[in-house]
């Protein structure tokens, strides 16, 4: 007999295809579904805060679901029984039997999943914004990318198993009445921990940083001017003002920049100053903060550039991110 978790949280319990597409689409993201007509025993339980979806789902019938970039989320299936068989956009392919293997869904690729019919699993859905804040918190620098996570997950391994307890005892939680449903410090510091579990767990661009094994002489001078940009972001940044701090010549910070980083000392400035003016958004109250004074006092003064440059740093407009 199968564990099914918060049970409370019902979405939807269904036979009927369509109805099983639209509560998912509804939770998670739009999607097609192809499976058998009227002939399946999906169950969808979820539970939402701002940044964080925790949801149980299973069909009981062999489906599969196409489903596009997620933008401005990340999405963690964890195998609970049974089996999936995923692929990506970029050619990357994986199999997740019950317990070994897991799925990460990056917010920028395409990704179809098919589910074998006792597939169960528990869902994360994460937004952007919180997971890559909380990942700079961990790291002390600021996250100016998508995570690139690869696209399996080890839930064998002993971080696996972590993440995987954590998210179990979450759900478990959430489940009970004297949980931390209605005690929002104390949900919020437990999300904190299954964050610090997929940070772990998972591989990505920043995982030597978070394990403490980041090549400090590889980088060079250039982790110098990085400390320097975010802790003086508010400030005069030029490429002189950066080369001294670097104690190069703008002409060799240049080159580093471009040869650790792929991209110019002023651009990573700037990568900088627009994730300072996400978080200020995000903390804001819309009703009594104006996008434009947030973007001066972070020293854009061209407000359709830097409309356009937000947006194609982080996929949406800095109103929608405030307003969020």
């Given at each position: ?8 949280d ?65 999405h ?10 995923a ?68 839930l064998a ?6 993440l ?11 489940e009970?009445?004297d ?39 590889r ?7 990085l400390r ?22 703008v ?74």
């Open positions: 007999m199968r564990r099914e978790f918060l049970a409370g019902a979405v939807i319990a269904t036979q009927s295809l369509e109805e099983a597409r639209d509560a998912v689409t509804r939770v998670y993201l739009p999607h097609e579904l192809v499976g058998p007509q009227d002939a399946m025993d999906m169950r969808l339980n979820a539970t939402s805060d701002r940044y964080l979806t925790l949801g149980y789902l299973t069909y009981q019938a062999e489906t599969e679901l196409r489903m596009p970039p997620a933008e401005q989320w990340y963690v299936n964890l195998q609970l029984t049974g089996a999936t068989w692929s990506r956009s970029d050619g990357r392919t994986e199999v997740t039997p019950a317990g070994a293997r897991g799925l990460v869904l990056n917010p920028h690729q395409a990704n179809t999943v098919r589910w074998s019919p006792d597939a169960e699993q528990l869902i994360l859905k994460v937004s952007r914004s919180s997971l890559e804040t909380h990942l700079a918190e961990l790291i002390g620098r600021p996250v100016t990318e998508v995570v690139d996570f690869d696209f399996g997950l080890d391994s002993s971080s696996g198993q972590a995987l307890r954590s998210v179990r005892f979450l759900a478990t939680e959430l009970r009445a949980g931390v449903r209605d005690r929002p410090l104390a949900r919020a510091q437990l999300e904190a921990y299954v964050l610090t579990n997929l940070l772990t767990a998972g591989r990505h661009q920043y995982s030597d940083a978070i394990a403490g094994r980041e090549d400090t002489t980088l060079g001078r250039v982790a110098l001017v320097h940009v975010d802790e003086h972001a508010h400030e005069e940044l030029t490429p002189e003002v950066l080369a001294r701090v670097a104690c190069v010549s002409r060799s910070l240049h080159a580093a920049f471009q040869e650790e980083l792929g991209e110019s000392p002023m651009a990573y400035v700037r990568r900088v100053r627009l994730a300072k003016v996400r978080a200020d958004l995000l903390r804001a109250d819309p009703r009594s903060t104006r996008v434009t004074d947030v973007a001066l006092s972070w020293g854009f003064f061209h407000q359709s550039r830097f409309a356009q440059q937000y947006r194609e740093q982080f996929g949406e407009l800095p109103s929608a991110t405030l307003h969020a």
